[in-house]
């Protein structure tokens, strides 16, 4: 036992290290927007929601399903591209709503789709390629995030509708 004591302390300090760096995980249990906010890594989707005057519509009944990019998938979208989006309230929200689709889409029901159509009124593209689930060039990273008005597929890109 005396020899197993220091292997349990260094076991012990990397769950715990690895729990302390872990990005939080949403809590299931509010709207989709309570859901998202309580996750920690969506401040950026929150804030343009905030903007666009779209936080209301995501917290009424729906059901709604939103692939949702965290922050770092944000950071990835060149700066001069969000300044534009946020330049222009009309386009930010349809880039938003563009991330979402009427009716709670299971990740069971989404690997059955082929396209979807948005709340902006064009489609997604979805595509599986072995366990991985894509929706246009983005990677389902968690799905089913269960929100009381729908459902979360959190992405690890920002989804950007076609021109026209």
Do not use: C, W
């Not at 872990?22 to 998202?36: C, W, Y």
């Not at 343009?48 to 209301?56: E, F, H, P, R, S």
């Not at 009944?61 to 989006?85: E, I, N, Q, S």
């Amino acid at each position: 036992m005396k020899k197993l004591l220091p292997l349990l302390v260094v076991v012990a300090a990397l769950v715990a290290s690895t729990a302390a760096t872990a990005p939080a995980q949403p809590r299931q249990g509010g709207d989709i927007v309570q859901t998202a906010v309580s996750a920690g890594q969506f401040k950026t989707l929150a804030s343009l929601l905030t903007k666009a005057g779209l936080v209301g519509a995501l917290e009424k009944p729906g059901p709604y399903t939103v692939f949702a990019p965290t922050d770092a998938a944000f950071a990835k979208v060149p700066k001069k591209t969000l300044d534009a989006l946020l330049a222009d309230k009309a386009k930010l929200k349809a880039v938003l709503l563009y991330h979402v689709v009427a009716g709670k889409v299971t990740a069971a029901d989404v690997t059955k789709l082929s396209s979807a159509k948005t709340l902006d009124g064009k489609k997604i593209r979805i595509r599986v390629s072995g366990r991985n689930v894509f929706v246009n060039t983005a990677k389902v990273t968690k799905p089913n995030v269960m929100a009381t008005n729908g459902v979360i597929h959190i992405v690890n890109r920002v989804l950007i509708p076609p021109a026209g």
